[in-house]
């Protein structure tokens, strides 16, 4: 292959990458509802941005896979939240490759707040997990421990 033509095909596959990334940024994650009955007002809701949770159960009633879906909304109050983080581990730490960590919180959400869903973890010998839950209005932690 001539330089001319490696440079038109790498330029060729380059630009395919861009059209499929480009498609796949334009399709954006769902927003579960998690209530009944008529929408309230925005005013009245809490929204969460799911994050590092890669599943949440709301009230022991409202299941929502990170899959699908990006955010909830809910009404402000105080929850039950169940959630879930995994990370890629050593085949010695665990055979699959892939631990995961479930937490579940009584969480306050206040109208109008959005709130995030992190987790980090150490490496090596004492191996931790941290996760924890951040009001991203007043970058405060309002569930969990935030890695040091």
């Keep these: 292959m001539r330089p001319g033509q490696f440079t ?10 861009l059209i499929f990334s480009g498609c796949a940024a334009s399709n954006p994650k769902e927003v579960y509802r998690a209530y009944y009955g008529v929408e309230p007002p925005e005013s ?5 941005d799911l ?18 879906y990006g955010t ?13 983080v995994g ?6 730490v665990e055979p699959s490759g892939y631990a995961a960590f ?3 919180s009584e969480v306050s959400l206040e109208a109008g707040h959005t709130y995030k869903f992190f ?5 090596g010998h004492g191996y931790k997990v941290y996760c924890w839950i951040e ?3 007043t970058g405060k932690i309002v569930n969990g421990e935030k890695k040091p």
């Excluded at 038109?8 to 990458?17: C, I, N, P, T, W």
């Excluded at 009245?44 to 969460?48: C, D, E, V």
């Excluded at 709301?58 to 699908?68: A, P, T």
């Excluded at 990370?87 to 010695?92: E, Q, R």
């Design 8 to 17: 038109a095909a790498l330029g060729f596959v380059l630009l395919l990458f």
């Design 44 to 48: 009245k809701l809490a929204t969460l």
């Design 135 to 137: 009001d991203r209005t």
């Design 72 to 84: 909830v909304k809910l009404p402000a109050g105080t929850h039950r939240i169940q959630w879930a």
């Design 102 to 104: 479930d937490i579940a």
């Design 87 to 92: 990370f890629g581990v050593s085949v010695m």
């Design 51 to 68: 994050g590092a949770a890669y599943e949440l159960i709301i009230d022991d009633r409202y299941y929502v896979s990170g899959g699908k």
């Design 119 to 123: 987790a980090d973890r150490t490496t």
